[in-house]
Nanobody
Framework: QVQLAESGGGLVQAGGSLRLSCAATGRTSNNFAMGWFRQAPGMERDFVAAISRSGAITDYADSVKGRFTISRDNRKNTMYLQMNILKPEDTAVYYC?????????????????WGQGTQVSVSS
């Protein structure tokens, strides 16, 4: 089992920044690719960003490219999402995810473990 705990969400004005963290505990969490997804009210859960086990490979949804940066510190078993130039349409619950298959996580949202989510609200 891998347990994931997000933190860092909150309310911010448009144009502002937030940094989300995801702390992983349990079964060799560093052996998993990890990612961020988000779900706005009444919408499906969408892929935001992903990072490979080593951190060498990253991918982003088109809507956040150039504004968001995903990273991980395997010594601390923690993943981060730096979000800059936030827009009201970024408002959602953000979920941390861990997956054994990187490509499946990005292409099909196939994830082995989910966090509980953290709310990000961006006011205009």
């Amino acid at each position: 089992q891998v347990q994931l705990a997000e933190s860092g969400g909150g309310l911010v004005q448009a144009g502002g920044s937030l940094r989300l963290s995801c702390a992983a505990t349990g079964r060799t969490s560093n052996n998993f690719a990890m990612g961020w997804f988000r779900q706005a009210p009444g919408m499906e859960r969408d892929f935001v960003a992903a990072i490979s086990r080593s951190g060498a490979i990253t991918d982003y949804a088109d809507s956040v490219k150039g504004r968001f940066t995903i990273s991980r510190d395997n010594r601390k078993n923690t993943m981060y999402l730096q979000m800059n130039i936030l827009k009201p349409e970024d408002t959602a619950v953000y979920y941390c995810a861990a997956a054994q298959n990187y490509a499946s996580m990005i292409g099909s949202s196939l994830v082995d473990y989910w966090g509980q989510g953290t709310q990000v609200s961006v006011s205009s």
